[in-house]
Nanobody
C-alpha cells in the first residue's frame, strides 16, 4: 500500500491550494483519512481528519479556511485550503488507516509529504 500526495506549491497570502493524496495497492477498506503538517523546527500537527462516512475534524487554526473531503471510489483525500497565511507554510502529510485484506488488521500509512509555502 502506498499514499501519493501532490498539489502543494508556492502561493501568495490569501490564495488557495488543493492538495490531494491517493492510496494504491492492496486495499480492502480505508477507515479514517487525514492531513498533518510540519513546519521547520516544529512538531508534526493535525490539520484535519475525515471518517469513511464523511465526518470531519479540524485544528482550530484552520477552521473556516480549510475543507477536507474524500472520494472513496478513488481512494483519495483532498484538502481545500483557502485564505492561506504565511503561518500555514509547512510540509503537508496525508495519513490513512487502511485494511489491506479482509482478514488482516488495519495499519497507519503516511504519504511522502508535499511542500506548501505561503509567501509574497
Amino acid at each position: 500500500v502506498q499514499l501519493q500526495a501532490s498539489g502543494g506549491g508556492l502561493v501568495q497570502p490569501g490564495g488557495s491550494l488543493r492538495p490531494s493524496c491517493a492510496a494504491s495497492g492492496s486495499i480492502f477498506r480505508i477507515n479514517d483519512m487525514g492531513w498533518y503538517r510540519q513546519a521547520p523546527g516544529k512538531q508534526r500537527e493535525l490539520v484535519a481528519t475525515i471518517t469513511s462516512p464523511g465526518s470531519t475534524n479540524y485544528a482550530d487554526s484552520v477552521k473556516g479556511r480549510f475543507t477536507i473531503s474524500r472520494d472513496n471510489a478513488r481512494y483519495t483525500v483532498y484538502l481545500q485550503m483557502n485564505s492561506l497565511k504565511p503561518e500555514d507554510t509547512a510540509v503537508y502529510y496525508c495519513n490513512a488507516d487502511i485494511q489491506p485484506r479482509v482478514w488482516v488488521a488495519s495499519e497507519d500509512y503516511w504519504g511522502q509529504g508535499t511542500q506548501v509555502t505561503v509567501s509574497s
